[in-house]
């Protein structure tokens, strides 16, 4: 069959993975292939055991693979037959050299670039999918004209805003998909060639472009207006907790004010992923690199209060669990970093294992879907873990319960059934305020929720 349009995407993450499914899906008519330096992402993916979980994306997945859907380590033979290439490789922070802990690693990044200038026998487009700094399009320009042959290639920037857990549904109905290109003539054609992409199912009007300076920046702009909400609301549930004033009456009240609207003002336990902090970290350097010292300020705060709500939390275990955790059992309810995903990357659940063990705590996890990475994540750490996918099992035995992440399982479990099995006084640490609190409370448990009044018997 010969399709409209050939599209290729070099890398197969959480991102390239999903984003391609949802193309290959709603238009039948192009031929969509995903590759990656990894043969076991790509094994997977064309298993029926996907390397990422993700509600709805098996089922699109299954209906696009083989038809106009490929999953493929040959990287070259993928630049070589596709003019359409998007890029969505990893850009985490930098872990040396100038820049460490702040700066975007480019490297996967700048690799791709030259792979694409090296096979490339045809003029391309290549977008940029994964989040970069600005003035990231300029680089891969330069580098993909550096030979003047007859090989001409336009840059786009085309950021991602799917959260993970709802991905499909945010690929599917998004709340706009910008597109960044630069004023020029063969640009402007670009952009057109991705608008119609995206109007198979996208209505045009959230469609929108912009130069291609203000889409890189516009990407993380969004992950630090996010994640600024959460650190407030964060921040005020430490008031609350002084105060006796409860945090959901407060982000309730407050946003309920149509200018502040009420989406991301729940309090937690912190937010986490690969992204939030990543991207303010990189908006942070680049103000400093722009002299910009107090606006760099300002943007880190948001990582520092989510470092401190953390902190805050093993703090009150410790403090309200008579100042000593040595020997005692914990339950971490939750690894992931969010429901819905089995991603733990960033997860607040690592660092509080990590400092929970520090205080001599030995540590059961239970998770739906996370206790591979967990498992991952945890080599190497020392101390006393163990993994029981049974949340019931997992609690046997334990001094206390700490929900780390707002799976639905955990609204309603059995608690009489789980006090039974506790060693007394048992206490629920619950950092998403997902449990009823006074109804655990009336069971025996100590409860300490994040942002309100602890409920306790002594
Ligand atoms: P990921 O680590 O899950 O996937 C990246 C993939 O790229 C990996 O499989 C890796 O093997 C592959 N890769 C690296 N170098 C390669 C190369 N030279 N050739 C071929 N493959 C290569 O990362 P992700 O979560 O999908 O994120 C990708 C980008 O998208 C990042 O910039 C991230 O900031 C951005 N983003 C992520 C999300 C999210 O929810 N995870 C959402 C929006 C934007
Ligand atoms: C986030 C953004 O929401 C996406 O738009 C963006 O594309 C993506 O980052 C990215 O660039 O990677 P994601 O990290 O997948 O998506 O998930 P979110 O729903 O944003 O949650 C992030 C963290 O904040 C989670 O740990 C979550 O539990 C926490 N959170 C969220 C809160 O603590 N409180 C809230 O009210 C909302």
Request: with cysteine; glycine share 6%; charged share 25%.
């Amino acid at each position: 069959m010969k399709f409209r349009k050939n599209i290729l995407c070099i890398g197969a993450g959480y991102v390239g993975g999903p984003t391609m499914a949802m193309i290959a899906y709603k238009c039948p008519q192009y031929r969509v292939t995903v590759v990656d330096i990894n043969p076991i992402r790509i094994a997977e993916w064309n298993s029926d055991d996907l390397p990422i979980y993700e509600p709805g994306l098996g089922e699109i997945v299954k209906a696009a693979r083989g038809k106009n859907l490929f999953f493929s380590t040959d990287i070259e033979g993928g630049i070589r037959d596709n003019d359409i290439i998007f890029v969505s490789v990893n850009t985490p922070t930098k872990t040396f050299g100038a820049g460490a802990g702040m700066a975007a690693d480019l490297q996967y990044w700048e690799k791709t670039a030259r792979q694409i200038l090296q096979y490339s026998e045809s003029t391309k487009i290549v977008i940029e999918k994964s989040t970069l700094p600005v003035k990231t399009a300029l680089a891969m320009e330069k580098i993909l004209n550096y030979t003047k042959n007859s090989v001409s290639f336009d840059v786009l920037s085309n950021p991602e805003f799917l959260a993970e857990g709802s991905a499909i549904k945010d690929l599917e109905n998004p709340d706009r998909i910008l597109i960044g290109c630069q004023d020029t003539k063969s640009g402007l054609a670009a952009r057109e060639t991705l608008v119609e992409i995206y109007a198979n199912w996208v209505p045009r009007e959230k469609i929108i472009t912009s130069n291609i300076w203000s889409s890189e920046l516009s990407k993380i702009v969004s992950n630090a207006f996010l994640a600024q909400r959460i650190s407030s609301i964060n921040a005020i549930s430490a008031l609350c907790e002084k105060t006796d004033a409860d945090i959901t009456e407060v982000s309730k009240a407050v946003g309920m004010d149509s200018r502040i609207g009420s989406k991301f003002l729940s309090a937690s336990v912190g937010f986490g992923g690969s992204c939030f902090k990543k991207d303010i970290l990189n908006l942070v350097y680049l103000c400093q690199h722009y002299g910009l010292h107090e606006v760099a300020d300002y943007w880190e705060s948001v990582v520092r209060i989510n470092q401190y709500q953390q902190e805050r939390f093993i703090l009150n275990m410790l403090t309200t669990m008579f100042n000593t955790l040595a020997g005692k059992r914990i339950c971490l309810f939750g690894f992931a970093f969010k429901a819905n995903t089995g991603d733990t990357r960033e997860s607040p659940a690592i660092y509080i294992t990590k400092r929970l063990l520090e205080e001599k705590a030995e540590i059961v996890i239970t998770d739906p879907k996370a206790l591979k990475n967990a498992k991952a994540d945890l080599t190497g750490m020392e101390g006393q873990v163990s993994f029981v996918e049974d949340p019931y099992k997992a609690a046997e035995g334990c001094h206390a319960i700490a929900i780390l992440t707002e799976w639905d399982v955990y609204r309603n479990l059995d608690f009489q059934k789980i006090f039974n099995t506790m060693t007394k006084p048992a206490s629920i640490f619950d950092g998403r305020n997902i449990i009823d609190h006074k109804r655990c409370f009336d069971i025996g448990f100590n409860v300490y929720p994040t942002g309100k009044p602890a409920l306790t018997h002594s």
